[in-house]
């Protein structure tokens, strides 16, 4: 079985289930001792940048108390989001983890996030909301990507944040160019596999 250590660091013979079974027995382990500080960091600031734009003409009050509840949200939760993104890095099958990473956990913090600004008062928050969750799915498809190429991890085997920083332009670009890749590479395969056919 995999160790703790092993798993948080993403360990390449780690399923999706196992991974989710860790974490799930061990919590204080990846969402405590892993607090991704790095992820809490830039999430509280570019999702407070998206509120703040989004209640600028709501007064200077409520665009305060928006933009302060959800940066003290995003803090609590980015870090802890990032966290499991961490241990579920190397999970396989990789389309699995990335659904189960990019899907299932916004879907609930939009849900958290939403009740929160409508519990302090906050008019017409599905829109800001909305659109901080639909940047999170890719955030977060693009956090998976770089942690499994060891960027912006903590923990063992984790680098200073300005080693992160200095590679995340190249890993920008090798993300952005990744799914045309991807997709160039399943109609080649496709397409040797029907050249075979029509051989054999």
């Not at 990846?30 to 992820?39: E, L």
């Not at 200095?166 to 920008?172: A, E, T, V």
């Not at 952005?176 to 051989?199: C, H, N, S, T, Y």
């Amino acid at each position: 079985m995999t160790s703790n250590a092993d798993a948080g660091n993403g360990s390449p013979r780690t399923t999706v289930g196992r991974a989710l079974l860790q974490v799930l027995s061990n919590p204080f382990y990846y969402f405590i001792r892993h607090w991704n500080w790095k992820s809490a960091l830039f999430g509280a600031i570019n999702r407070g940048t998206i509120f703040f734009v989004a209640t600028m003409r709501r007064g200077r009050v409520e665009m305060s108390v928006a933009v302060l509840v959800e940066i003290l949200f995003t803090c609590a939760t980015a870090g802890i989001y990032a966290a499991f993104t961490q241990a579920m890095r190397f999970a396989e099958p990789e389309w699995l983890g990335a659904c189960v990473v990019a899907l299932v956990i916004p879907g609930a913090l939009y849900g958290a996030d939403y009740f929160a600004h409508v519990w302090t008062g906050m008019h017409n928050v599905r829109p800001a909301v909305g659109v901080a969750t639909g940047l999170s799915v890719v955030s977060t498809l693009f956090n998976l990507f770089i942690m499994r190429r060891g960027a912006m991890v903590v923990g063992e085997g984790s680098q200073p944040l300005w080693r992160d920083l200095i590679r995340i332009p190249g890993l920008i670009v090798q993300f952005v160019i990744a799914g045309p890749v991807w997709l160039w590479q399943l109609l080649f395969r496709r397409r040797q596999k029907g050249d075979m056919q029509i051989v054999a």
